[in-house]
Structures are given as C-alpha cells and as structure tokens.
C-alpha cells in the first residue's frame, strides 16, 4: 500500500485528480469505481473544471459506485444517486453509470444484478474509496467477511451517528445499505483511497500500523497489490 502525505485537502483533490487524467489517458473505456460522502467533492468539483476545460474525456468510460441507501428514493436529496449527478455524473460525459438501485423492491436481486454487470464490464480499473470514522468502506462495517459480492447490510449506530448530519428532522433515516462487498472491492485493478481532517487521524493511525486488524474492513487494502493512500496532514498527522 503506498501512502502519500500532502498539505492539504486541496493538494489532495488535486492529486487525485491528476490520477483520473493519467487513468483515462491511458485507458479511455476505464470502469471507475465511485464513492460519496464528503471527502470526493472537492475531487469531483475538480474533475468537473478539468473536464469543462478539455483536460478530461469520459465518453468512453463507465462507473458504478459504491454504494446507497436502502430503500431509498432515488430523487430523494441525500440518496447517493442525488448525490452522484449533482456533484458530477450530471456534470460530465461519462459513457454510463450504475448505481445500486435503493429503489428496488428486492434487494437479494439488485445485488446479484449489480455484481453481473461489474462482472460483465470486465470488472473495476480504479476503485475510488473514503473511509469511515470506525475504517468502514462504503457501508462495510467493522468484522464484515472479506470476500463478499454486493449484498445489503445494516448499519452500525456509529454510521448512522456520522450521517446523520445530512438528514433533516422530517427524513426517515435509512438503517441499512446496498454495498459493494470487501471481495469485490479487492478484485479492483487499483484502488485509490483518500482520508482527509483531523478526526479521520485515529482510523488514519490505524490503519497505517500495518496490522490487518479484522474489526477495520480498510484493512484489507493492506493485501492490495496496487492501493494508494492519499491523506492530508490533518488526517496523517492528527
Ligand atoms: C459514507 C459512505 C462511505 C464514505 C464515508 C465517509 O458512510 N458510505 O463510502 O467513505 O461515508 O464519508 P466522509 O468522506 O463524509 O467522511
């Protein structure tokens, strides 16, 4: 796992950034692996600058994110779909895009669905990944098995807790997800992992021990044979 340290998020955004530009240059039909929360929006605002520029081409690429409520309404505001086209599939000319439908009336099946079509594309070239305060990644909560496809999981109050901020008093706060699993998260050519702030430096620290510590499912991304982990000094210095 190589790790970089920068100065700030800002340098962060940018570096990643510069990955995508590499990534799509050299592999213009790239399948990127996607992920929400707060930490890729300044990467996003970013990529979307770029693109408008003409420094970035997406026509031929296609993503499939990490992960989404369930069940939740795909217009609803803080669904991760919402989120994904406000903040850059909206924005950008990518090829196609899939995300775990929290609309789906069976979820065994949109699992199963999900997994098929990664398979089918050929499975995921960079896999873009956040970090939960407890080392989860996308909704893979502490002591998940490492070698799962997509399934549905419940949420941990921890998860809960940490979301809870985006939610008004009148949403009904969904308890459980639609998420890639560890296994097929590992299978990704490259995974590229950003943790940013200072209250990520605890998980940061521990994660950096270098010990697989089977209650931090980031862990795993110790047995990566190509992971980069890109960190501000807030988050690696603490
Ligand atoms: C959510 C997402 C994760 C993300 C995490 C951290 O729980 N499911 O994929 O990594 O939030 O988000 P943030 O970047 O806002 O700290």
Request: proline letters at 4%; a neutral charge.
């Amino acid at each position: 796992m190589k790790k970089v340290v920068l100065d700030t998020y800002e340098d962060v955004c940018k570096a990643a950034a510069d990955i995508y530009i590499e990534q799509l240059k050299n592999k213009p039909n790239s399948i990127l692996g996607l992920a929400t929360g707060s930490t890729p929006i300044g990467l996003y605002e970013r990529l979307v600058r770029i693109y408008n520029d003409g420094g970035i081409n997406f026509s031929k690429a296609r993503s499939f994110n990490l992960d989404e409520y369930y069940p939740i309404k795909k217009n609803h505001p803080q669904s991760y779909d919402y989120f994904m086209r406000g903040h850059l599939l909206d924005k950008i000319n990518i090829l196609q895009s899939d995300i775990p439908n929290g609309e789906a009336d069976d979820a065994i099946s949109e699992c199963k669905r999900y997994d098929a079509q990664i398979n089918a594309a050929g499975g995921i070239d960079l896999m873009l990944l956040g970090i939960g305060h407890n080392g989860h990644v996308g909704f893979n909560e502490p002591s998940v098995s490492y070698n799962m496809g997509t399934y549905l999981t419940g949420l941990t109050d921890s998860s809960i807790s940490a979301n809870s901020r985006f939610f008004t008093e009148d949403d009904v706060q969904p308890t459980k997800a639609l998420t890639m699993g560890l296994g097929e998260i590992f299978r990704s050519k490259a995974i590229l992992m950003l943790i940013c702030g200072k209250g990520k430096a605890p998980i940061a620290k521990k994660l950096f021990e270098g010990k697989i510590h089977t209650d931090i499912p980031a862990c795993f991304l110790l047995l990566h044979p190509n992971a980069t982990v890109i960190l501000d000094k807030a988050a690696a210095l603490g």
